[in-house]
């Protein structure tokens, strides 16, 4: 019955409701076409607003352009009488047009020129699109609608008498005049709406209801802004909340959108009406169905109702239910059909549950048993509990595990329950894999389940004394990704015993004991692997440690007798008496020594780059003097190879940068010198630019919160290198090219310098043909500071002496000749020198004299350094004594050991004689006395004024077209092109060779400021 009723219900509901969707749908297309004419309507009046408005302004250049004044004006031939004239002419046209509230000229540079709004004279609208189009024809702007910009800008080109172009005219529009254009709703239709949305969802014209916070954002204008469609429509909610029926078009020349909308109570008012009478008409019917379904029910459905509710009783477990139906139709049959169908599904449901129980109790163990064993690592543990619990836990007669010996094809019994299973491991107990009597071998070999349900008629089985009542087994493998690694294997005191369920369980078994005795296994070589690894960093720790000490060992014990060496090389050289050729032999023992300090520090380098012991440490430099000083060092090796040498600065450099001075002379000198030495001829050049970083971008100003990212490049006309060889070029003594110049190095350079470019934040690329030469870069990013030129550090004259009082200096060392180095080195300027061979002796020797400078070894018997300078520094005396460190430590770590420990400086052996005075000079209330005249080797190449004066008198100038040209090149910086220029001008007169010479001498220095002073000189410049 209910079935009936409410199909009849469906029927009636479904002809309803179809009948008012078909009509809400007609009254509804109806209303779209009504609101798209009007839409379209209104569209066409914005647009004939927009073009009079167009025509009025065309009007106006029409009467403008005859005028001579507007074209002076454009043309730049201002006057204040033509610009008043002009003035007076756009405000009686403004006054004449009300839509207009301003009007403006542009000149052909898009500059406001005249404007009826004095805040717009001379702005520029060179790149706005009235301004670019105007030029061309008539151009009408988008509407907008905010604070500073309510209007719409119309504009079209003046043309003087011949037709050019000489500016544009402007004229403004108020959009408020936008909504005078639309149509007011009729008065049948009080709720249609006609409006415009701009591109920023600010509304254009009035609308019927304030707008909130002055944006719309409904779903029209969401679609229009992506889509960009022509035409749509539907039901939504507007600006004000309400339900409306609108249409929508994006206006693409006024990149807006407009909609036409009518309440949606007010459109389907009809609907209403319709869906009233119907629902009325629709309620009888159902009335009527109902009655008819209750008269059918007592004749027809009560039979099917009554067996439907006996099966429903069965489905939900009630096995007793009759069917109370005592009649010999087809109903009858079919009741007593029913009853036996019921009485058979009540003995299959009770056994299935019975048999569900029964596996639902093994999964749950199972599952309970797998979690047990997962937990455990130990592989002996894992196989004992194992066997035990599913023995215990399903109530087998014996369990064993076998494990598989690959190497000897053997099946070893890891464990077994009872007393049996300890026997059996005790003994050693294997199955070998290919017996052909044993389940538990044939299990392995194949991989599959073997069982077997009567032992005793199986031919490949085999008792086992130790068993007797065995009856039934079954041999599971435990697979682990398809490889064998055991058996597991369970046997029965009875005949068929175990059955598909069983093998089913034990296979679910076999697979979670795989995975148990795979973490097992895991455990264990993981648990082995560490140990190795711990043992393995308890070696390298070691072997660093016993590194970083021999290195520190070595480093102490090769640069103290250097220190000897190199400090009588100073001393030595400073002498007033020595020859030409005592002066050169002095210069190769120290160039020696120097060559061989650069290789310790090499090593040094390496081994602390290795043990990542390798630091930053930035200072301020004055960029063109650093970059300089490289070339003029690298200038010189390349002059004495007899090839070109270019410096050249691409860019602008900024004046200072914030970098570790040390490490970037050692990066750039490494990859200069490694050019010379690898180029036999041509050239090679050093180029110097900045790429990037915020001080390029704001108009290369210094500041100390500016960086600058600045390219080094390196190129050189060389022997090139191979594809094979650019891989090695990086490895430690690595050394590419001929056997000679293989001699020249240790193959550590191009190493270290790679590494330091890292820790500088760059990286080095190179590039290389065979044969041709090879360019190697690196860009690091830099702070830019203030800073300025720093002097040069080395004195021009010879330190003779000190004006003030008799400093006393203490030195302490436990040898002899680097005490000697030092009390001759600043015996002879006056000093009152005490010596002590080791701290304790020096601890007491500055109680006793209290010197206003100890220098103090590090490395000593008795009492250290270290030990001796925390005691003085303890002692009130000797707290304002300047003590400086000099030790041939290479490490950091000693350094700042040294400064924890109240050291005031810090001199690396060996000691630089002009460092140690540059610490005595900043730290000491000093002044240095010098010879009278300055030392030949120590005078710098730039010419003083006396130099000049004397120069104009002696030497002869080139003709003025040769000095011109190089005086360009002077302040160019080239100093390969004035160099070129010399050997001509040779060649022109005798008399200009001494002024070629002098120039010659000046640019082979790279002394580009002397040159620029040398050449001025002779050309009549003044300074």
Known sequence: MTAFILLSVISIITFFVTGTLLTKDIIENLIYDELTTELELNEQAINNWLNERNRDLTIIVTNLQDDEAIQQLLLGHEKPTIRNHLMRRIQIEVTQDDYFEGIFLLNLDGQVVLSTDSAMLNQSHRNAPHFLQGQQASYISPPRSNPNYNNIIISTPIRDQLGKVIGVIGGQLNIDYLSETIFTPTITNKTDEVYLVGSDKQPLTKTRFPVPNNEINTKPIQITLVDKSELGHGIYKNYHGESVIGVYRWLPNLEATILAERAESEALAETSYLIIIGSGMALLMIIISIVVALW???????????????????????WSQKIPLDRTDEVGELARAFDSMAKQLKESFVMLELRV?????????????????????????????????????????????????????????????????????????????????????????????????????????????????????????????????????????????????????????????????????????????????????????????????????MSHELRTPLNGILGYTQILKQGKNITASQDRGLSIIQQSGQHLLTLINDILDLSKIEARKMEIYPVSIYLSQFLEGVAGIVGMRAEQKGMTFNYETRTNLPVGVNADEKRLRQILLNLLTNAIKFTDKGHVSFRVSVIGGSWASNNQSNSNHETVIIRFEVVDTGVGMTSEQLERIYLPFEQVGDRQRRAEGTGLGLAITRKLVEAMGGELQVTSTLGKGSKFWFEIQLPVIDVTPQTNKQHRQIVVGYKGKRHKVLVVDDKDYNRLVLVDMIGPLGFELFEAENGQEGVAQALKHKPEVVIIDLVMPVMTGFEAVERMRQMPELQDTLI????????????????????????????????????????????????????????????????????????????????????????????RKIKRRIIYIKTLDEQYTPFANKLEALAKGYKEKAVLAFIKTYMGIQE
């Open 884 to 975: 400086i460190a000099a030790t041939a430590s290479a490490f950091k770590q000693d350094q700042n050991q040294l400064m924890l420990a109240g050291c005031n400086a810090f001199l690396a052996k060996p000691i630089d004689f002009a460092e140690l005075l540059e610490i005595f000079e900043k730290n000491l209330d000093i002044e240095w006395l010098y010879e009278e005249k300055p030392h030949p080797s120590l005078i710098e190449m730039s010419p003083t004024s006396d130099d000049l004066d004397s120069a104009t008198s002696e030497i002869v100038a080139p003709p003025p077209e040769e000095l011109e040209i190089l005086f360009d090149f002077a302040l160019r910086g080239n100093m």
């Open 296 to 318: 059918t029910t007592a004749q027809i459905i009560k039979p099917i109702d009554i067996l439907t509710k006996v099966a429903t009783a069965i489905s939900n477990g009630d």
């Open 357 to 553: 129980l029964q596996r639902t109790q093994r999964l749950e163990l199972v599952a309970n048993l797998s979690e047990r064993l997962n937990a455990i690592l130990d592989l002996g543990h894992l196989l004992h509990e194992l066997v035990h619990q599913v023995q215990e836990t399903f109530n087998y007669y014996y369990v064993h595990v076998y494990l598989l010996d690959e190497e000897n094809e053997d099946l070893v019994m890891m464990s077994g329950v009872g007393h049996i299973g300890t026997e059996l491991k005790s003994k050693g107990h294997l199955i070998h894999l290919h017996a052909k009597t044993s389940l538990v071998a044939k299990a392995a070999r194949t991989g599959e389940l073997v069982t077997a349900g009567d032992v005793r008629i199986t031919e490949d089985w085999l008792p086992n004394p130790l068993l007797p009542d065995t009856l039934s087994e079954i041999a599971v493998p435990i697979l682990v990704e398809g490889t064998v690694l055991g058996v597991l294997d369970v046997q029965a005191n009875e005949v068929n015993a175990l059955d598909e369920s069983d093998a089913n369980l034990l296979r679910s078994l076999a697979n979670q004991v795989s995975v148990a005795l795979r973490n097992a296994q895991l455990f264990e070589q993981t648990e082995q692997r560490a140990i190795e690894l711990a043992e393995a960093k308890e070696l390298a720790e070691s072997a660093n440690q016993a590194k970083s000490e021999f290195l520190s060992n």
